[in-house]
Every structure is written in C-alpha cells, then in structure tokens.
C-alpha cells in the first residue's frame, strides 16, 4: 500500500487507525499530523492517499476537506470522523472525497478495502481527466490546421482547381509542405507549392509563415524575384537552425491563361499535359532552394500552355514512393508512366496509384495542386 498521510488531532484515534493498518499484508508508511496547517508542512508527492478527520484545531467540517483538496488535488482523499450522519457523508464525496467513514464502524479490512479503492478511482479519474484534456487539445489543434489551410482565391469558372494535401505526420493535418493560389486583379493566376525540409510541428509552422508571406506579396503586386527574396529572408529569420532549407515552386499564368512564368528553387518540375502531350515542364531548375545561398538570383522559365492544358504542381512526396517496396524510387518518369496509364490527371487515382506502388502509406508529406483549363 503506497505511502498515506492521516490529518486526526486524537492521539488514541490516530494509534487505532495505524494499529489496523498494521493488519494488511503491505503496511502503508503513514505520516501523521495533528492540524491543517502541520499537513502542509509535511506533505509530500510520494503520498497517494489522506485520511482527513473533519475536527480539527485550525479547519473543522466541509473546510476542512477543501483544504485538503486544494492541498492535493491529485490524491485520494478519504474522510475518517466520528460523526455518524448520511447528510455529512454526501456532502463531503460531493466536495470530492472519495469514501467518508465513520471511526466507529471500520475493522482492519474494510479500512484498507476502502483505502484501495479509492485510489483506484482517483487514477481512474485522473486518467479520465487527461483523456478528456487530450481530447480538447486534439480539437483544438484540428481546428487550428484547419484554419491555417489555404481557400484559394480564384474568380468561379476560370479554371479548374482541385488540391491535395497529405501530412506524413500520423495525426496531423499540417506539415512543412504548403500551397497556394491567387487571381490577381489583373486576372492573372499565380500559385504556389513547397516544401520545408523535415517533417516536424517546427517545420509545419515554417510552412505556414511561409505560404502567408508569398500570399501578401502575391496581393501586393511582387512576383518572381522580387517575392523570392523575400521568402528567403523569411526563413531565414523564422527557421529554428541554419540547415533547415524549403524547395518551391511559383507558377504565374498570364490572364488570357495561355502563357505562365514559373520558378522551380530546387523544386521536382510540375507535370503539363497540352492536347496529347504529357511532360515535365523543362528548363528548371532556376536556381537553389531557398535558405542555401545569399543574394541569388533565380531564373524565370516561360512555358507556352495553348487553349486546353492540365498543370500539375507537387511536392515530392508523389515521386518518392519506393516502387513495389524495393529501393528504387517512382520518380518524375514513373509519375508520367501513371498519368499516361491513366490517360490525365485525377489526384485522388493518382495517390492512389502511388500508394498502391509504395506497398503502404505514403511516409512523406505530399502537397499537389492541380490547375486546368478545358476548351
């Protein structure tokens, strides 16, 4: 039996309840005191269970219990008294006793029943507690990534947009990757995709400072290098070590949506399909990853994208799927092979389909926008 402290102000009240609990087969240390104001003084955390008395020199009743439930909150408390009265009883396990018992009725045995179950209903409330303050945590966090996901900001009809996003974290909603997509005024559409490198509740925070950053530039009218720039001394002031690194890609169509400008910052490269062609987009990258190099410079790549085109924008999460379980690895090259298979791009019968090659669950993260403009 764990270690108790009995409050009893009765020099022969306190003798009896330690001569019963010497009947148990594990006696309990029992630390003894004689007043509210001694308990404090001599409680410590290995004690598990009080014995209060409810007649003391310095707090007496239904005060005298609330001292000690203030004192240990985490700790079976038990009423032992010689006042027989029911109304007392209820009152005292509705303050947060966990028995009350009278002096005069308890034997060896039912004292230490009582003391064992009581702290058995203390840890099953306290586990109750946790489970319950978990829970809203859990809510709270949900509800918080929720929020912190981008609405895209795109006039109905324009084109068709449809995302995707994957945490490789096992009960997140958020990760280092992000996305984004604005229509200017202008009626041009810029979007965004990265990927922070690590997987971590850090670098989920690092993606979303960054996804705000590049979306008040992109409403303020700074594009390409420009935005950029920015970026990168965003990271570099909000990352937690100078290893930390983000890959992107920016893509801005221009408003008769025939035409974008996009950079790849050591980004895999999007995938176009125009008419019956399925690609890369080549040219890239333009530059490093954010975070590596001071003042570079990143090279725009212009991509012709006609009347009818699909851009897919992705992190590599899609690509590094190991193929059939085995150290190869699926790649840009096995992406297209399943496009092709697929004859276009479904995001949902994509990450399906890489799944289904990856033998389970993809371990990284994965963010994918998909853009399209049908004649």
């Not at 530039?217 to 920015?230: M, S, V």
């Not at 050591?266 to 019956?276: A, K, M, Q, T």
């Not at 479904?346 to 289904?356: F, G, K, N, P, Y």
């Amino acid at each position: 039996m764990p270690p108790l402290l009995l409050i009893e102000d009765d020099a022969g009240d306190a003798f009896l309840v330690e001569e019963l609990l010497q009947e148990v087969e594990k006696p309990p240390r029992i630390t003894w005191v004689r007043s509210m104001a001694e308990a404090k003084e001599r409680f410590t955390r290995d004690i598990q269970c009080v014995l209060v008395d409810l007649s003391l020199p310095d707090a007496s009743g239904m005060e005298a219990l609330r001292h000690v439930l203030a004192m240990a909150p985490d700790v079976a408390v038990l009423v032992l008294t010689g006042l027989n009265d029911a109304h007392v009883g209820i009152a005292a396990v509705a303050e947060g006793a966990e028995d009350y018992l009278v002096k005069g009725d308890v034997d060896a045995r039912l004292l230490a029943r009582a003391i064992r179950y009581a702290l058995e209903r203390k840890r099953a409330d306290l586990a109750h507690q946790r489970l319950i303050q978990s829970e809203l945590i859990r809510r709270e966090n949900t509800r918080l990534e929720h929020g912190l996901l981008p609405v895209p900001l795109l006039a109905p009809g324009s084109v068709e947009h449809h995302t995707r996003y994957l945490p490789g974290r096992q009960r997140s909603l958020l990760a280092g990757d992000f996305y984004d997509t604005v229509q200017g005024p202008d009626g041009a559409i810029h979007t965004v995709v990265g990927d922070v490198c690590g997987h971590g509740p850090d670098e989920a925070a690092l993606g979303v400072a960054l996804r705000i950053a590049w979306r008040t530039l992109t409403l303020a009218g700074r594009h390409g290098n420009d935005a950029l720039r920015t970026l990168d001394t965003v990271l570099r002031h909000e990352r937690r070590s100078p290893e930390i690194f983000t890959t992107l890609c920016t893509a801005t169509i221009e408003p008769g949506l025939r035409h974008a400008t996009m950079h790849l910052v050591g980004h895999p490269p999007p995938v176009l399909i125009r008419g019956d062609e399925i690609d890369v987009v080549r040219g890239g990258p333009s530059g490093p990853p954010l975070g590596i190099f001071p003042e570079i410079e990143w090279k725009a790549i212009d991509v012709p994208l006609g009347d009818e085109w699909s851009l897919l924008v992705y992190t590599d999460g899609l690509i590094e799927a190991s193929v059939d379980g085995g150290p190869d690895l699926l790649g840009t090259e096995g992406l297209l092979s399943i496009i092709e298979e697929q004859e276009g791009i479904d995001l949902d019968r994509l990450i399906e389909r890489v799944t289904e090659i990856n033998r389970e669950a993809l371990s990284d993260d994965l963010a994918a926008v998909l853009i399209a403009r049908k004649g």
